[in-house]
């Protein structure tokens, strides 16, 4: 029974993601004054994906690397509250297992694209490990602020006790909630820090040796990875609610990083790092230093 | 299968191969004016990921080795089109020595776009015509590759003027 509802839940999130993405592609268009593609447009593209003849792979890690990448996101799945309804796993300390698993699919797919042995694609590693330790230092900063004040390192917990409307954290902790903002622009690849998949420049760098089938099942690592991160930061400061207030949020979210994402040019990696190292830092630390003497 | 054909002919992920002056045709083509994305085409980045590869205008033989190779290196079904008369029977270029007149003896071309240079509207007809070509199963381009791969290879090596050759093994 409650492998039957994971599958649902994966099925839906899935789905979800990519009516997000069909939509925020439409909603880029809009903003660039065209008429863009219908909104199932990554539905078809998906389906085009996994129905092409043959595929070319460069060898066992490479074949590999999307697998995991996919493994990772659907684990991380299993700890993430949707709205009101409890999580398949939670436990204390749930959000640095949540954390974890997430570095779980940049790491797939750094392994499988480095098979493939093509320069951009170590480039685009390289600038996306390198990444990683800017936004997943701001983040964690930013949620430590709130696991400070409640008092608990469980994802769950700090859903149930912040509760609904006028009661979400991101009033009391608008520091934190803004860096979290910020870091999770990197996280989502959006485009000041769009600097991995920079398809101009290094030809949508890890990404560049896969096709067909692959390329289909990173579609879909994708989608829900959409939603998960958006759902993390939606869980930490967006508060409980329904599970249809919890779509609507993550839709809001994911549509504010799509239209910063839309106003912004990129930036090179050394800017990135030093961006998160420099700004976004002191507003997370400021933070959490005004938790403490809140308290 | 339907399924599979009918996202096919809807999702194109396009490789323009810019050589000559045709390259500036597609700009427009991409952006505001006339948003080829409404139908599902969007540019890629690489030869892997497309599956339209595009040849804007005339094919010196040094490029048209470039071109083989890339064009083998897309995943099946893949779809060639031709823009530009300099990719029927050589255009305006149609007594260079160095060029290459008729692109349909070395990679099966699909569908070709007349003119010199074909405006913007021409380029998204000819786009609306392979959706059409690709939900009915006639563009088989492809196919043909596969299935007279001796005589691609024999025109092949004849104008690169070697023996044999090959685009993928060196």
Redesign the interface.
């Given at each position: 029974m409650v492998i039957l509802e994971f599958f649902l839940v994966l099925i839906g999130i899935t789905a979800l993601g990519l009516l997000y993405g069909g939509i925020a592609r439409k909603w880029s268009a809009r903003i660039q004054r065209r008429y863009g593609p219908p909104f199932y447009q990554n539905f078809l593209d998906v389906f085009k994906l996994l129905g092409k003849k043959n595929t070319k792979s460069h060898g066992v890690m490479f074949a590999l690397g999307p697998v995991i990448a996919f493994t990772g996101i659907i684990l991380s799945l299993f700890f993430l509250p949707l709205g009101n309804s409890r999580p398949l796993l939670s436990f204390e300390g749930d959000i640095f297992v949540l954390f974890y698993l997430l570095v779980i699919a940049p790491l797939g797919m750094a392994l499988g694209a480095g098979e493939a042995a093509n320069p951009n694609a170590t480039i685009g590693i390289a600038r996306g490990l390198t990444l990683m330790l800017g936004y997943e230092l701001i983040f964690f900063l930013s949620a430590i602020a709130v696991m400070v004040k409640f008092n608990t390192a469980s994802l769950w917990k700090i859903v149930e006790i912040q509760g609904t409307f006028p009661k979400w954290n991101l009033f009391p902790f608008f520091l934190s909630a803004f860096a979290g903002l910020i870091a999770l622009q990197g996280m989502m690849g959006e485009k000041p820090f769009d600097l991995i998949v920079a398809p101009h420049e290094i030809a949508s760098g890890p990404m560049v040796e896969y096709n067909g089938k692959y390329l289909g099942l990173l579609q879909l690592y994708h989608a829900i990875a959409i939603v998960v991160e958006t759902g993390l930061f939606v869980n930490v400061f967006l508060g409980g609610g329904s599970i249809l207030t919890f779509i609507l949020k993550t839709f809001f979210v994911f549509m504010l990083a799509v239209t910063i994402d839309n106003i912004m040019p990129r930036f090179r990696i050394g800017q990135a790092v030093k961006f998160y190292w420099k700004y976004p830092l002191i507003i997370s630390l400021l933070g959490i230093l005004v938790v403490f003497i809140w308290r | 299968m339907g399924?599979?054909?009918w996202?096919?002919s809807?999702?194109l992920w396009m490789m323009h191969f810019c050589t000559g002056c045709g390259a500036v045709e597609m700009p427009p083509t991409m952006?505001?004016r006339y948003?080829m994305?409404?139908?599902?085409i969007i540019p890629?980045?690489?030869p892997?990921?497309a599956?339209i590869l595009l040849i804007t205008g005339y094919l010196t033989v040094k490029t048209l080795k470039r071109v083989v190779r890339s064009y083998e290196?897309?995943?099946?079904?893949k779809y060639v089109i031709g823009f530009g008369s300099c990719t029927i029977n050589g255009g305006m270029y149609w007594d260079s020595y160095n060029t290459v007149k008729q692109l349909d003896l070395y990679i099966p071309v699909d569908l070709y776009i007349a003119g010199c240079m074909p405006r913007p509207d021409s380029i998204i007809d000819a786009f609306v015509k392979l959706r059409e070509m690709i939900a009915k199963g006639e563009a088989n381009g492809w196919k043909r590759y596969r299935e007279n791969l001796e005589w691609y290879r024999t025109n092949q090596a004849k104008v690169f003027n070697v023996e044999k050759w090959s685009a993928i093994e060196p």
């Open positions: - | 399924l599979f054909r996202s096919q809807r999702s952006t505001s948003d994305e409404r139908f599902g890629m980045a690489t892997r990921q599956d290196q897309m995943a099946d079904p």
